[in-house]
């Protein structure tokens, strides 16, 4: 549903395909059995006239149409079965329509074109043209049918003939490629006819039983059908016309007034009558012009009613009459043409006659006029009257003498019917219309009846509302009333309410049909499918205009009576009654035929209808009944004649005589007169325009005659004027009259002087405006064809060769292309700096990565310049100091070593998830650059970023090509046009060669001349700019040839030359044969003249001899008086000018030989460029494609992409702000662990200062570990603080539950008696300090936790931003991929030679290529030879594979084994240290306890320096003497202190406990000194400490030399490590 039309083609199978007519033009597949669409494509653009499936080869279509042929396949991929089309490319071949093809067995298609060749097809490229020999096309006209037929094709055409060719020869056609037509001949053919148009053939099913059958039915767009016999034997049979009808629309149908015959006229000019009776085509007549409309006049036209009348469209009215056919005519009637007439300019519409017969009235929509014609005086012309409006249609009103005249516009006018006397047509036939039209305007009414409808249709809804209302209101109550009277309001306002307008134009009048004083009327439009019911005197005209009335039609004055309605919109055509007054019979516009019972009324009432669908959804052009009722006859614009056999009840159907016995009988009686002259010419003058072609030439040459009359006389005064004048010059002087007496007004001779003179200026200003006009156009065409061209075409042609070779014409480029092409740039470089670029991207990932590495070389310069201890040290002097330094280095630098080793390859380690950088990084070359083609078809194939392009980059790259294109134009333009300066400096220095060979051959003798070359001149194609310009020389030489050769076409020949020696000019011949007459031919009097002048003796001797002949006896005398010196000297300047004559000779040949090479050159070089450029203009069109293309994806490619440049800004700001916070939580966990270290080397300074065999370390251990609250610092208030000292806030609760009985009675914050005060006081100290850290160790943690919980979140949004950009970049990916799909259809032309097609099927190349792959053969031959390298590289990776899994092996094996080693060794380590310290020990503590390498070396540096320093050595150790002695006092006095401090200490804490209870807030008063004491306390417990361990050495030697014999070595200096600050900074 809803195609205009369709034409469908069943193979023999299952499968179907239907096309579809405009607009959609459809291609549909079905499957016809079970009723299913299978596939669907839309077939072309334009109209398709046919689609057929192959014989051969299944799933291949083939659709043929207008400028096109497609060929089709069904495909089976992977998503399912699809319809692919491929359009035929015609190339050299010009496009033509393809109405008739064939599918040949292998594959290819023969096509018919409109010039007459047949086409061969090669998949879609035409392998060949098919023609006759000597360049005859194979039929004149469209080829129209091709069929395949027991291995012979058959070809049919409009040129009517039908022909049979040799298969095998057409399978097997080929031709080169210079000429793609390939000539044959047919092996038959048949000529149908004349005027034979074969659309369409068939064969005949064979009666016999026979294999071969030649009989075909053929199809005549003429208008018949032909039995065709196609055989090659000789006794096949002529072509027999078997069927014949109109081939278009059938205009008009007449019945046969006495007898059952009908005559109709179609548009294709066929005057046609047929008996429809018997079924047979009584006669047939063919015009030019196409027919419009037929009558057939009864009896008060012609007596014996056998003539017709036919209207056409070229306006010509033609009487016919039928008379009885020869007898060796076909046809049993023939067509005799009694009168031609041309009333009007166009198309005669409609055609009536009178009652009485005596008027024939015609009408025409082209001219709009009315003609009349008497038709009782021989169809004698009255007159015609003009109308307002085309005419429709026309009726005869019950008055005879007055026509209805339907009009275009929608009025009907009355004209009455003028009488042949009563009108003057001597000089036109146009009569006025005044007095004799009347006018009705038909007004609408059908949209007042149906608003009327839909008014009464709306009270009726209203007073059923107002009923219910009234009722609810009753029974429910006012509320209940007023919601459902709100409802009601709403449901009102809801429904929409239609438009009733009349229609904007008036709708045209297609039929009327009297009746009475009334007439009827069926309209087009919006008035259409019903009649109307008017009158021109209308009841109401001169009545008031009523009041309208709601719900009701109210007629006013001028609108039809009534209107009948036919329940359709269908209009109607045609309106007729039946002969017997019984049916009303209507042509409708949908080509139906509604037959109505007339009820008996002075109306038109008409009943029930019933309907006859006639013809095939078109017009009805014609309906009638036969002259007795019986037979209903209707012709359509489909072309088909319909005939209705009419069964009246009761009635017997009684058929006269035939109608051809009722012709013979009446033709033996009469016959018609001799047949009158046709009007053939369809451009002839109508009646009124020969009419004024006669009068306009009858006024011509009147006013000829009267111009003759008037000469005549001007002529006879004015030779009685010069006889005047003579008589009066021989009067004598006092007698005669003046010159100025015989001028009658003195002032016309200056008045005809003054107009002569301003015609002049007039003349003047008007060519002077005409001239500037002139040079306007002339500059405007120049600035718009000329001053944009940079260089014109100029060909530059070969001096002694055909060769030429000429510029590329090309325009220059424009400053928008200029500036376009600099923009991009400015852009491009914006856009490589812009942070949101790809560019940007890139960048940034570049220096991450250039960052990463930097850090990695910091990290590995950082743990490899690490100082590795003193190994490089200097050597002690000591040999025993040496020894032990040494061993100890050597352990020492083993175990750093360990170290850097574990270190080491802990740091190699690689991660769960690592990838080896270098493996990625070959993976991605092999990605890129390893061989993987993807296909840009390919689903899977992902747009590389490199690759994607946009409109602003595909503009930029369409510029560039045209200035690359431009500049490589202007380049050989610019050899070329210095080629042809050369050339014009070449043919100046052959003129002067020329010159002066002229000058040598004139002293030369005749045999001595050698041909020299012409010289060369510019032809107008080699300066084509000099065109345009002219000198004021060249403009008065053009006007005097000019003036010449009009003066010689008005003299015809000129002069008396025609008699010889008048005047004309001489014959060529003669001029060159005066110069012989003396007995001198040119050469010797050129020789004569250029000879120098000779001394004066021989001067006359020389003049002499111009007379004398060489037999005479003076000339030995002359010869006589030369000597012989002047002999010798004329012979060597001979000599000297024949060398001249030579070189000259050889130099202008070389030259032009020389120039022709540099040609020849230049024209290869021009051959291949245009080749070049032909490739870029070809590219250059497919850039603007893809442009073009582009342009509707950027919009969307833009908003993606800015999508994902803002995902992407947003990732790389949320990954700044991780690298922040990690950086932060760095920092945090670096400085905790700084903090732990601290902690750790206080517990440690704790227990070293406690030493070994302290009987108060578990308590100093416990005070050290108690657990106290302490107040947090608060700002400092003026004037008070709420600080306490820490001892104050002591709690009773500690970590641990004393274990110990005898440490239980003990109170932790006071020190035990034998207790050192000053080791309590230092563990108070370090406890202060081991809380702080605790503290700062806590806020670490917490501001670490923080972080975490924060880079945590962070890490959530970053994978949450991560996904939007994996979705942005899915979705560019996605809309890349659908570019580039868009892309790939565009067809790209690739110039390939036939050996670069490495794809051949059996050694030929294949017909599609359409599977095929353009790929460079480098890649090819890469891709070659990397299968043997992969097979290599798999070898390899197989091998490597294998040794890396047996090392595999052998380092589980390995790995195995250092762990039993392992667990030996530290098995053995902690015997050894059971045995020899009889626990485990730290051995980095014994490597302090060893040698002290510093003093060491201190003492070896005064060692070495003794002899330099020895006098300074005495001086140094008395120093040192007193230094120690000062040391001995000085720590002896602080001894004392000591001791008065602890008893302080102790007189201070009794002090406080007293005090706590009575003056708690006073401890801040002596906060500031205890703080002192604390630092004071300090330094003493690190001098105890001091002693402390210089004790526990002594004893540590001690135990060592009781327990083995050994060298004892000088006790350790160890230096006490300060404590660290609170905080553990710093």
Not at 34 to 63: C, M, N, W, Y
């Amino acid at each position: 549903q809803g195609w205009n039309g369709s034409k469908a083609v069943v193979s023999t199978q299952s499968t179907g395909a239907s096309l579809g007519c405009s607009p959609d033009y459809m291609l549909t597949i079905w499957d016809w059995r079970r009723e299913k669409i299978i596939l669907r494509s839309k077939a072309h653009g334009q109209d398709v006239f046919r689609v057929t499936f192959s014989t051969e080869i299944e799933g291949q279509l083939t659709t043929g149409g207008l400028g096109h042929i497609k060929f089709w396949k069904m495909a089976a991929t992977f998503t399912g079965l699809k319809l692919q089309g491929e359009l035929g490319k015609f190339g050299r071949t010009a496009i033509s329509d393809v109405e008739g093809y064939v599918e040949l067995p292998d594959g290819k298609v023969l096509s018919g074109s409109e010039w007459g060749n047949m086409l061969l097809w090669d998949g879609d490229l035409i392998k060949c043209e098919l023609s006759q020999h000597d360049n005859k096309t194979c039929h004149k006209g469209q080829l129209q049918e091709i069929f395949l037929d027991e291995g012979e094709l058959i070809t049919a055409g409009a040129d009517g003939t039908v022909k049979i060719w040799d298969f095998e020869t057409i399978d097997g056609a080929d031709v080169m490629e210079e000429d793609a037509h390939f000539p044959m001949e047919p092996m038959s053919d048949i000529y149908v006819g004349e005027g034979v148009n074969i659309v369409s053939m068939c064969k005949t099913v064979s009666e016999s039983n026979s294999d071969t059958n030649s009989m075909w039915l053929a199809q005549d767009a003429s208008g018949g059908i032909w039995k065709l016999d196609i055989s090659v034997s000789l006794t096949k049979k002529a072509p027999e016309l078997i069927q014949s009808y109109h081939a278009g629309r059938i205009a008009g149908v007449a019945p046969c007034p006495y007898t059952h015959m009908s005559a109709s006229i179609g548009s294709d000019g066929t005057v046609r009558v047929v008996d429809y009776l018997t079924k047979r085509t009584l006669v047939t007549k063919k015009y030019k012009a196409g027919g419009s409309c037929i009558l057939w006049p009864g009896r008060s036209v012609d007596s014996k009613m056998g003539m017709l009348i036919c209207g056409f469209a070229d306006g010509v009215v033609r009487v016919v009459g039928l008379d009885v056919a020869e007898q060796e005519s076909n046809e049993d009637f023939k067509v005799v043409l009694q009168h031609a007439l041309k009333p009007h300019k166009g198309e005669v519409t409609a055609m009536i006659i009178d009652d009485d017969g005596r008027n024939l009235v015609t009408g025409s929509a082209d001219d709009s006029t009315l003609f009349f014609f008497d038709i009782s005086a021989n169809y004698t012309p009255i007159g015609f009257i003009r109308l307002e409006a085309p005419v429709t249609c026309m009726a005869w009103s019950s008055n005879s003498k007055r026509v209805l005249v339907g009009l275009k516009t929608g009025v009907v006018l009355e004209v009455q019917c003028p009488d042949l006397g009563s009108v003057d047509s001597s000089v036109t036939y146009e009569i006025p219309a005044e007095g004799l039209v009347n006018r009705y305007e038909f007004k609408s009414i059908k949209y007042k009846i149906a608003k009327a409808a839909h008014e009464q249709i709306k009270m009726n809804l209203e007073s059923e509302q107002h009923k219910r209302l009234e009722k609810i209101k009753t029974d429910l109550g006012e509320e209940a009333y007023m919601e459902e009277k709100k409802v009601i309001d709403e449901e009102n306002a809801k429904a929409e309410e239609p438009v009733f307008e009349p229609p904007a134009v008036a709708n045209q009048i297609l039929k009327i049909y009297p009746l009475g004083d009334k007439f009827y009327l069926s309209m087009d439009g919006t008035d259409a499918g019903a009649l109307y019911e008017c009158t021109f005197n209308d009841p109401l005209a001169d009545m008031p205009t009523p009041t309208p009335i709601r719900g009701q039609w109210v007629r006013l004055a001028g609108e039809p009576l009534r209107l009948i309605d036919l329940d359709t919109d269908t209009t109607v055509h045609e309106i007729a009654i039946m002969q017997d007054n019984s049916n009303v019979m209507l042509g409708m516009g949908d080509g139906t035929v509604r037959i109505h019972k007339k009820i008996e009324s002075d109306l038109l009432e008409i009943g029930p209808s019933y309907t006859l669908p006639a013809h095939s959804e078109d017009i009805v052009g014609g309906i009638t009944s036969s002259f007795d009722t019986r037979f209903l006859i209707s012709g359509g614009n489909d072309g088909n004649l319909f005939v209705y056999k009419v069964n009246h009840a009761g009635v017997e159907l009684s058929l006269p005589s035939p109608a051809e016995n009722l012709l013979k009988q009446r033709g033996k009686e009469d016959a018609f007169s001799a047949p009158a002259d046709d009007i053939d010419d369809l451009k002839a003058y109508s009646i009124e325009e020969a009419k004024q072609k006669r009068e306009h030439e009858k006024m011509l040459k009147t006013a000829e005659d009267k111009k003759v009359k008037v000469r005549k006389t001007v002529a006879t005064l004015r030779s009685k004027f010069k006889k005047l004048k003579v008589k009066n010059k021989d009067l004598p002087a006092h007698l005669g009259l003046s010159a100025s007496d015989f001028e009658m007004d003195p002032d016309m001779c200056t008045n005809i002087a003054k107009e002569v003179s301003d015609m002049k200026d007039l003349l003047r200003r008007q060519l002077a405006w005409n001239s500037e006009k002139h040079r306007l156009q002339l500059s405007k065409l120049r600035r718009r064809f000329k001053d944009v061209v940079a260089t014109e075409r100029i060909v530059l042609h070969a001096v002694e060769s055909d060769n030429r070779v000429g510029t590329f014409r090309c325009a220059k480029p424009s400053e928008a292309m200029q500036k376009a092409l600099d923009d991009f740039k400015r852009t491009l470089a914006g856009d490589m700096t812009e942070p949101g670029s790809r560019g940007a991207d890139n960048r940034r990932v570049s220096n991450v990565r250039q960052g990463i590495g930097f850090l990695r070389k910091a990290t590995e310069l950082d743990v490899h310049g690490a100082p590795t201890g003193s190994k490089g040290g200097k050597k002690l002097k000591d040999a025993k100091a040496n020894k032990s330094l040494a061993k100890a280095e050597e352990r020492k630098a083993r175990r750093l070593q360990r170290e850097q080793a574990w270190k080491n390859l802990y740091a190699r380690k690689p991660s769960e998830n690592y990838e080896d950088p270098q493996m990625l990084e070959a993976i991605e070359d092999a990605k890129n650059n390893m061989g993987d083609f993807n296909l840009k078809t390919a689903t899977n194939y992902k747009v590389p970023e490199a690759q994607r392009q946009g409109a602003t980059f595909k503009r930029a790259q369409l510029l560039e090509l045209r200035r690359m294109i431009y500049s490589t134009k202007m380049s050989f333009n610019e050899r070329l046009l210095a080629l042809r300066d050369r050339k014009q400096k070449m043919i100046g220095e052959a003129e002067q060669w020329n010159k002066r060979l002229d000058e040598i051959q004139a002293n030369l003798a005749a045999e001595q001349i050698l041909a020299k070359p012409a010289v060369p001149k510019l032809l107008d194609d080699e300066i084509p700019e000099r065109k345009m310009e002219y000198t004021p020389e060249s403009l008065r030489k053009f006007k005097e040839e000019y003036d010449e050769a009009q003066k010689r076409g008005a003299d015809d020949g000129g002069g008396f030359g025609g008699f010889g020696g008048f005047g004309g000019d001489a014959p060529p011949d003669a001029a060159a044969a005066k110069p012989a007459a003396g007995g001198l031919g040119l050469a010797a009097v050129a020789g004569l003249l250029s000879k120098p002048p000779a001394p004066a003796a021989s001067s006359s001797a020389g003049t002499q001899d111009l007379g004398l002949k060489d037999d005479s006896p003076d000339a030995e005398q002359v010869e006589v008086l030369v000597s012989s010196l002047e002999t010798q000297s004329d012979s060597f300047k001979e000599l000297i000018m024949l060398h001249e004559q030579e070189c000259l000779i050889k130099q202008m040949n070389e030259a032009y030989t020389e120039f022709d090479a540099e040609l020849l050159k230049l024209r290869s070089e021009k051959i291949e460029l245009d080749v070049q450029l032909k490739n870029g203009d070809l590219r250059l069109i497919l850039l603007f494609e893809e442009l073009l293309l582009l342009k509707e994806f950027e919009k969307r490619e833009n908003f993606l992409q800015d999508c994902l440049s803002s995902k992407l800004s947003d990732r790389d700001e949320m990954s700044d702000k991780i690298e922040e916070l990690e950086e932060k939580l760095a920092g945090k966990k670096m400085c905790m662990e700084e903090m732990q270290d601290n902690e750790k080397r206080l517990y440690e300074s704790f227990t070293d200062q406690l030493g070994e065999n302290n009987k108060f370390a578990d308590f100093l251990t416990k005070v050290f570990k108690k657990k106290i609250k302490r107040v947090k610092k608060s700002a400092e208030v003026e004037g008070d603080s709420d600080e306490s000292d820490s001892d104050d806030d002591y709690d009773s609760s500690s970590e641990e539950e004393d274990e110990d009985d005898e440490v239980e009675h003990l109170d932790l914050n006071v020190c035990p008696p034998g207790c050192s005060n000053e080791l309590y006081d230092a563990t108070i100290v370090m406890r202060e300090k081991k809380l702080d850290l605790e503290e700062a160790i806590q806020e670490e943690k917490k501001m670490i936790d923080t972080l975490k919980k924060e880079v945590d979140a962070l890490v959530k949004k970053n994978k949450v931003i991560n996904h939007g950009v994996k979705g942005a970049k899915s979705d560019l990916e996605a809309f890349q991929l659908e570019k580039q799909k868009k892309m790939n259809e565009l067809d790209m032309i690739v110039t390939l030679n036939l050996d670069q097609i490495q794809h051949m099927s059996n050694g030929v190349l294949p017909s599609d290529l359409s599977q095929c792959l353009v790929f460079h053969s480098g890649g090819v031959n890469h891709l070659s030879s990397r299968i043997k390298e992969l097979q290599q590289e798999k070898a390899h990776q197989i091998r490597k594979f294998k040794e890396l899994k047996k090392s595999h092996i052998q380092l589980i094996k390995g790995k195995k084994g250092m762990q039993e080693k392992l667990v030996a060794l530290e098995e053995k380590c902690h015997n050894m240290m059971l045995l020899k310290f009889g626990r485990e020990v730290d051995l980095n503590k014994l490597e302090h306890i060893s040698t002290n390498r510093i003093g060491e070396e201190l003492k070896e540096t005064i060692a070495k320096k003794d002899v330099k320093y020895s006098r300074k050595l005495n001086e140094w150790e008395v120093q040192i003497s007193q230094a120690k002695q000062r040391l001995l006092t000085a720590t002896r006095d602080h001894t004392s202190r000591l001791d008065t401090l602890n008893e302080i200490t102790k007189d201070k804490q009794d002090l406080e406990s007293v005090l706590d209870g009575k003056q708690k807030n006073l401890g801040g008063e002596y906060s500031g000194q205890r703080k002192a004491d604390l630092k004071e306390r300090q330094r003493l417990l690190q001098l105890v400490q001091l002693q402390a361990q210089e004790i526990d050495a002594l004893k540590d030697e001690i135990g060592i030399l009781s327990r083995k014999d050994g060298h004892i070595l000088p006790p350790t200096q160890t230096a006490v490590p300060p404590l660290p600050p609170i905080g553990g900074r710093g």
